[in-house]
């Protein structure tokens, strides 16, 4: 996914404030799953809320105000009751990284207790799922 730098996504050097990284690691990741079928707002109706459990970040290049950055989003691992994807974030007109990072999520019940994955969620994210869903 694209995101564009604004300048409130910025410190007082111009450079993308680097726990705006975090936010933007959210939406890749609802981004993710809404490609594949997966909504998070009706999973929440549903009874499942996830949980970030661990994130990483790896800074190797500062972005900037009128940057335009492109996220690229996996599930590196996947159980019946977490995930873990990973990200690269990429400034867009020259393919230098400007983050690396990934983040772990739980699925609870809302109350904090961990649950099982829907079948049909774990089927959406398993490898080659991608393929699946772009060839038909």
């Known amino acids: ?7 409130e996504d910025t410190d007082c050097g111009g450079v993308v404030y680097y ?3 975090l936010k933007y690691f959210e939406r890749a990741r609802t981004h993710y799953l809404e490609e594949r079928g997966v909504s998070v707002a009706g999973l929440m109706n549903e009874g499942t809320v996830f ?3 661990r994130a990483e970040l790896d800074y ?3 972005a900037r105000y009128g940057d335009t950055l492109l996220i690229n989003t996996v599930v590196s691992d996947l ?3 977490s995930m873990t994807f990973t990200h690269v974030v990429k ?6 990284v400007i983050v690396e990072g990934s983040a772990r999520l739980a699925a609870t019940d809302g109350s904090g207790k961990v649950k099982r994955l829907d079948k ?3 089927a959406a994210l398993q490898p080659g799922a991608d393929k699946e869903l772009w060839n038909g």
């Open 19 to 21: 726990a705006n990284y």
């Open 120 to 122: 049909a969620v774990v």
């Open 60 to 62: 190797r290049s500062p």
């Open 79 to 81: 159980s019946v009751a």
């Open 51 to 53: 949980v970030v459990v």
């Open 91 to 96: 400034e867009k007109a020259s393919g230098r």
């Open 1 to 7: 996914m694209e995101i564009k730098i604004y300048y």
